[in-house]
């Protein structure tokens, strides 16, 4: 025999033979004199057995479930009442010869066999246990499957993969940014980022054409259930494009990565159907309604595309930051409909304006969003004035992207998709945590390194900081 280790889902090319695998005990029954294990490694498990007299009896008879260990052993074909089908490796068993612990375990903090009925906390706090149960590594492991599609199908379409900085100035972009203070410059701050939006679009203006990344995107929200302060986007921009054209790349995209990865859903309309913004509102309430025919559907997909969305709304009255009554409703970037053109740019029937955004959702979460942009300098100064900016703020904020924008910036658009959620409800799951691999809890805290968390004096003396007493929050 070789010690050359052979993986779980190989061991029926094996029969008759001796062969060494490596792996976790997963399941442990003392039967008398035998000894009944399963083990399990990254590919699938097998049920082993310790026959009366073996060598390996004792040891055997001492495992826990969760040990690492490495075995030796005979593939024997199973006695024909005792065969599984339909399951792998469910005609044969290992014969145990010897085992080799690896690793023992301490006790566990739950069983490792289905956590989803474990207090989330916890779950949380032991991540690297919980993503061992087989609904967690099945998650994860779809995830990293459909990060291969959606790579592999771009790449096809000529798109190039760029990644943009984590760091960079803090700009207004509609939620809170977390801020990284600097040591080299002292009183001076990098701002971690809400999403690549100004990068990509100085690719367009740099002329890559067709831009994609899964980016990573940070947001100092106030905590909510359904909300991560770290998320993935997969970011798309293209140049010389229209709506049509975006829209219709997106609903290829989805169609087959729901048909070649999930064949067993079933996309309920195709084309996506198309709803107003003014529709939605009137008929659902809410700009993401879900229009499953059967919500009891486990396995039925309803997209929708969302479009003609105001361009700018009204302030709340609660918001003491903007300087005019008029904020927007998406991004600031985004370009106004051809036919309201006029009335933007001479800032007239504010409320009327149309913008070019559209939002994809599916049974009822919004999974993405995006629009054309306004490629050229003025019309993108005149969103910042509609808004009530100064020159002084819409320089000192925004004066890079103006700038860019008078080099020859082609006329682009793109999209963003919330990947996370996108993988939640493709796994039927109940929120984005499930597919997240090591995610935070609700409120915003990772409790499984402790974080956020306090840090040294030295290093505070360093970045030249300090905590107001009064302000420091209960992390308990």
Known sequence: MSDERVY???????????????????????????????????????????????????????????????????????PEKQKKEGILNGDIELEVLAIEVLNTVEVLPFQIDDTILVDESLRLQYRYLDLRSQRMQKNIRNRSQLL?????FLYQEGFAEIETPLMS???????????????????SFFSLPQSPQQYKQLLMVAGFEKYFQFAKCMRDEDPRGDRQPEFTQLDLEMSFVSEEEIMALNEKLLIELVQKNYPEKKIQQIPFPRMSYQEAMEKYGNDRPDIREDKNDPNLLAFLW??????????????????????????????????????????????????????????????????????????????????????SRIESNFGHMLKALEFGAPPHGGIAWGFDRLLMVLENEANIREVIPFAKTSEGKDVMMSAPCDISEKQKQELKISILKDEVKDKS
């Open 8 to 78: 779980i889902n190989k061991l029926a090319n094996y029969k008759n033979e001796e062969v060494m695998i490596k792996g976790w005990v997963h399941a442990h029954r003392n039967q008398g004199k035998m000894v009944f294990l399963d083990f399990r490694d990254v590919t699938g498990a097998v049920q082993g057995i310790i026959l009366p007299g073996s060598e390996a009896i004792a040891i055997g008879q001492s495992l826990k479930p969760e040990y690492v260990v490495a075995v030796r052993g005979k593939i024997n074909e199973r």
């Open 148 to 152: 291969k599609f959606v790579r592999d």
């Open 169 to 187: 100035a803090p700009t207004p972009e509609g939620s809170r940014s977390f801020v990284v203070p600097s040591r080299v410059w002292p009183g």
């Open 306 to 391: 969302v479009t003609d969305f105001p361009m700018f709304e009204k302030v709340d009255a609660d918001n003491v930051d903007e300087a005019s009554e008029w904020t927007y409703t998406h991004n600031p970037f985004s370009r106004p409909r051809d036919e309201y053109m006029k009335d933007f740019m001479d800032k007239k029937n504010i409320g009327e304006i149309l913008t070019t955004q559209y939002d994809i959702t599916l049974n009822g979460f919004e999974i993405g969003g995006g629009s054309l942009r306004n490629h050229k300098s003025d019309a993108l100064k005149n969103t910042f004035e509609i808004m009530g900016y100064d020159e």
